[in-house]
């Protein structure tokens, strides 16, 4: 059998793409659905799994595809009911996902990049730099990791994705893009788009697409309401800065009732005061939103510092008396470093690694070859 890296991953496609990948086969366009199907039902790891296709086709995608998976990961529970998984990729990289369970919803934290080259101060993923982007496999695994591991645990299905981990989603567009298509194809992993999340710092081309070519909800980082401030803490406001960053949020294609997600970081001192407050609900006031506010997570080495509780409500009470729909984000994780800011793929250690195989239907364990 050929090497793994000169197969074709099929996890890397979508459902069009797998179509035109079976019709260079010599196959007919429905065996790339039928494909797909096979491929994300949990514990489908070989294509002899595959029994509605014929032996000699599969023969065929033996020797020219794979089905990439993390197997194994690193899983860390937190006091509070986060977990943290660990994974390593293929080039010996490691990135990390979060699930926050909650009691109407479960949602998983996913990474769309190794590290981040937008640098905000306040991040510890921006401080590892940019090492590369996740492949569409990369960004659609960590998915599927976690939800077998849940089948494991017996734990209700995940409900929500939320691109909040490692990285800068956007700047990764292409296969963001695709892994969307698959998270959200009835025959991949079937999520509807308004329970999955996009969360960028302000790239204002690409939010512009994403807009036109997805339905799923935006979350977009602001985090202070002046450019010296946020130039200071998120260097991509020196390119894209305030004005424009919230006439494009303003402007945002989405379905009538959808609202933007603003993400404001709360750090003493600096953003967090009644003159923000009001400042942040003028700057807003033409932009159909919700804020979430969230004290900053501690971070080894910075100088930042986190405002009490007292502060953080009330930057709440301003926002609402101005009319806005204002959540305060209970950080979640932070005892295993799994709270937003602080995911930053900190080694692997394989003695420590659970195996993440489920059965399938037919007894055949996840794995086994």
């Not at 199907?37 to 000699?56: H, K």
């Not at 993390?70 to 080039?91: H, P, Q, T």
Request: charged letters at 25%; one cysteine or more; aromatic letters at 6%.
């Amino acid at each position: 059998m050929p090497p793994a890296e000169i197969r074709t991953d099929l996890k890397n496609l979508t459902q069009e793409q797998l179509v035109r990948f079976v019709e260079s086969l010599g196959q007919p366009a429905f065996r790339g659905r039928q494909i797909l199907a096979w491929i994300y039902r949990p514990g489908v790891t070989e294509f002899e799994q595959m029994t509605d296709l014929a032996r000699e086709f599969r023969s065929v995608l033996a020797t020219s595809a794979r089905m990439s998976r993390f197997a194994e990961a690193l899983v860390e529970r937190s006091g509070d009911g986060a977990v943290k998984f660990a994974f390593r990729l293929e080039d010996g990289a490691v990135i990390e996902s979060v699930l926050i369970p909650e009691e109407d919803r479960n949602t998983l934290c996913v990474s769309s990049q190794v590290g981040c080259a937008m640098g905000c101060t306040f991040c510890l993923t921006g401080a590892m730099g940019f090492r590369r982007n996740l492949t569409t496999a990369e960004i659609v695994n960590q998915v599927c990791a976690v939800r077998d591991w849940m089948r494991k645990e017996a734990r209700t299905p995940l409900t929500n994705i939320v691109f909040m981990g490692m990285g800068e989603p956007l700047a990764n567009f292409d296969n963001l893009l695709d892994a969307i298509s698959i998270l959200t194809e009835q025959r991949g992993l079937d999520f509807s788009n308004r329970r999955i999340t996009v969360s960028t710092c302000g790239l204002v081309p690409q939010m512009h697409r994403l807009g036109e070519e997805t339905d799923v909800n935006l979350a977009v980082s602001l985090h202070a309401v002046d450019d010296a401030v946020r130039s200071r803490l998120m260097p991509v406001n020196r390119t894209y800065p305030i004005a424009e960053l919230v006439e494009t949020c303003r402007t945002y294609r989405q379905k009538r009732r959808k609202r933007i997600m603003f993400e404001y970081t709360l750090l003493e001192g600096v953003n967090d005061s009644d003159a923000d407050a009001r400042r942040l609900a003028a700057l807003l006031a033409d932009v159909p939103c919700k804020i979430n506010l969230l004290a900053v997570n501690p971070v080894a080495d910075s100088t930042v510092r986190s405002p009490g509780a007292e502060r953080v409500l009330r930057f709440q009470e301003i926002l609402r008396n101005q009319g806005y729909t204002v959540f305060i984000r209970q950080s979640r994780g932070e005892d295993i470093s799994a709270a937003c800011g602080q995911l930053a793929g900190q080694g692997w250690d394989p003695d420590r690694a659970e195996n993440l195989a489920v059965e399938t239907t037919e007894g055949k364990r996840e794995g086994e070859n």
